[in-house]
C-alpha cells in the first residue's frame, strides 16, 4: 500500500491565509451557550478535550468526530496533557485526575487547593501542573501521587509576589519550564526543586510551546510573543502588530506558527518574523483557548492519505479547525 502524507498546514506567502470556503476556521463541533471548553491533547489519531463541570469530550478519528463520555467531576477541568499509556487532567480546586486514558481517569491526591491552569506530562512520568497564587505540583510516577513545590518569590520576582502561573512545559531531556505574570518564565533542572528565571517583564503569558529541536514560543496579553531557538534559555519578543490576548499557539516543522486567543487569530508562515491577523466571524465572535494537531487518515483508491489538522477549543464547547 502507498501511504501518502500531507501535512494541513504548509508554508504560506507572508499575509496571506485563503481556503476554499474563504474562511480561517471550520466548525467541528459546538456544545450549548453556556459550555466551554479549555483544552485537548492528541495521542494518534485519539484525542481528549476538557472543559466546564468535568466536560470530557473524546475523538478516536483524528478530531473529525467528538462524543461526550461521562464527567469525572463537577469542577471544571482546565487543562490535560497525554502520552502513550498515561493521561493527567488538573483543574479548579486543585483538582488532578490521572489514569491510561480519558475513560480511566480517577482522583488523585492533591496537595493544593488552587486552581490548576496548565499540566504537562513527560514520557520518563515527571509531570508538572501551575495555577493560581504560584502553585506548582510534580508527579515522578505519571500523575499517581503529587508532591507541592515551594518556590523562592523573593529571590525569583522583585516585588516577592506570588505569581499565577498559566503554562507548563517539559523538555525531552527533563527540563521544566513554567510561564505567568510579568511575562515570567521559570526553569528547573532538578524536578522542580530549584527554579532559574529565564524572562520577566511586564504582560502575563498564557501559554509556551518547545519542540524537540529547541524552537518554541510563549503568548500572552496585548499580542505578546515570545520566541526561543535555544529550549529556552534565552527569548526574543516578537512584533506582531496586535494587541488581542493570546491564549496558546502551536507551531509546524514547516516554519508556520498559529497563535489563537480572545477574538484573536495570528500566522507566521516564518517561525514569527511576519504575521497577520486573520479575521471572519468565528474568529471576531469568539475565544479560543488551546490548539492541538491531530492525524486524520482517509483510505484512497491508490493508498492511504495522513493529513494533520490543527484543532482549536473554546467558547461554546466549539472544536473548530485552522484552516490552511
Known amino acids: ?16 491565509v485563503a481556503n476554499r470556503s474563504g474562511e480561517a476556521l471550520s466548525l467541528v463541533r459546538s456544545g450549548l451557550p453556556h459550555d466551554a471548553l479549555y483544552d485537548l491533547t492528541f495521542v494518534g ?33 482546565l487543562a490535560v496533557d497525554a502520552h502513550d499509556g498515561r493521561m493527567v487532567v488538573v483543574g479548579q480546586q486543585g483538582r488532578i485526575f490521572s489514569g491510561a486514558d480519558a475513560r480511566s481517569l480517577s482522583a488523585a491526591e492533591s496537595p493544593t487547593a488552587e486552581r490548576l491552569l496548565s499540566v504537562a506530562l513527560h514520557e520518563s512520568g515527571l509531570a508538572v ?38 503554562g507548563a512545559s517539559i523538555s525531552d531531556d527533563g527540563e521544566i519550564l513554567i510561564c505567568g505574570e510579568f511575562a515570567m518564565i521559570l526553569a528547573s533542572d532538578d524536578r522542580g ?26 503568548v500572552g496579553q496585548e499580542g505578546t510573543v515570545l520566541r526561543t531557538r535555544d529550549a529556552g534559555a534565552t527569548w526574543q519578543p516578537l512584533a506582531t502588530g496586535s494587541r488581542a490576548n493570546l491564549l496558546d499557539v502551536w507551531h509546524s516543522k514547516e516554519d508556520e506558527v498559529v497563535a489563537i486567543g480572545i477574538r484573536a487569530l495570528l500566522r507566521s508562515p516564518d517561525q514569527g518574523q ?21 492525524i486524520v487518515t482517509s ?26
Not at 500500500?1 to 496571506?16: F, N, Y
Not at 511576519?274 to 491531530?294: F, H, I, M, Q
Open 193 to 218: 526543586q530549584t527554579w532559574q528565571v529565564r524572562h520577566q517583564g511586564d504582560a502575563s503569558l498564557f501559554a509556551m510551546r518547545i519542540d524537540g529541536q529547541g524552537r518554541g514560543f510563549a
Open 45 to 77: 489519531a485519539t484525542g481528549t478535550a476538557v472543559g466546564h463541570h468535568g466536560q470530557l469530550l473524546l475523538s478516536e478519528d483524528g478530531g473529525e468526530a467528538w462524543a461526550a463520555i461521562a464527567p469525572i467531576d463537577d469542577a471544571a477541568l
Open 274 to 294: 511576519t504575521w497577520a491577523s486573520v479575521g471572519g466571524r468565528a474568529v471576531e465572535r469568539s475565544w479560543y483557548a488551546a490548539l492541538a494537531p491531530g
Open 299 to 324: 483510505n484512497l483508491e491508490d493508498g492511504t492519505l495522513r493529513e494533520q489538522r490543527v484543532y482549536a477549543v473554546g467558547e461554546r464547547g466549539s472544536i473548530v479547525t485552522v484552516n490552511p
Open 129 to 166: 501542573a501551575v495555577g493560581g497564587f504560584g502553585a506548582v505540583v510534580v508527579s515522578e510516577d505519571g500523575g499517581a501521587t503529587w508532591e507541592a513545590r515551594q518556590l523562592d518569590w523573593a529571590e525569583l520576582q522583585p516585588e516577592g509576589l506570588e505569581a499565577h502561573l498559566y
Open 1 to 16: 500500500m502507498r501511504w501518502l502524507v500531507t501535512c494541513a498546514l504548509a508554508a504560506l506567502a507572508a499575509g496571506a
